[in-house]
């Protein structure tokens, strides 16, 4: 079984950074592939970046390409996302999750391919 905490989120401005933290526990990291997705209000739950299990891989949704970066330690069994240059559409509730994967490159990106989920961070963006 495997725990993920979020942490990090907060209220910022248009055009300003936060660094989204999910720490693990329970379970061997780097067996898992691990993504960030988030949830505005009324809408579903959208991918916002994926990374696989030892870190050489990863994607981004469109919206947030070029502006976050996804990155892990397995060691640590943590796992970070830097969002910059945020802006309103970025605020929802930031979500952690872990797939067990046995492929090395995996990057899944559906959300119902995941086995684990944090409760949760929100973020908001500011005008």
């Known amino acids: 079984q495997v725990q993920l905490v979020e942490s990090g989120g907060g209220l910022v401005l248009t055009g300003g950074c936060l660094k989204l933290?999910?720490?693990?526990?329970?379970?061997?990291?780097?067996?898992?592939?691990m993504g960030w997705f988030r949830q505005a209000p009324g809408k579903e739950h959208e991918v916002v970046a994926v990374?696989?299990?030892?870190?050489?891989?990863?994607a981004y949704a469109d919206s947030v390409r070029g502006r976050s970066a996804i990155s892990r330690d397995n060691a640590k069994k943590r796992v970070t996302l830097q969002m910059n240059n945020l802006n309103p559409e970025d605020t929802a509730v930031y979500f952690c999750?872990?797939?067990?994967?046995?492929?090395?490159?995996?990057?899944?990106?559906?959300?119902?391919?995941?086995?684990?989920w944090g409760q949760g961070t929100q973020v908001t963006v500011s005008s």
């Open positions: 990374i696989s299990r030892f870190g050489g891989g990863t």
């Open positions: 999750a872990a797939r067990s994967s046995t492929a090395i490159w995996e990057l899944p990106t559906a959300a119902d391919k995941y086995n684990y």
């Open positions: 933290s999910c720490a693990a526990s329970g379970g061997t990291c780097s067996t898992y592939a």
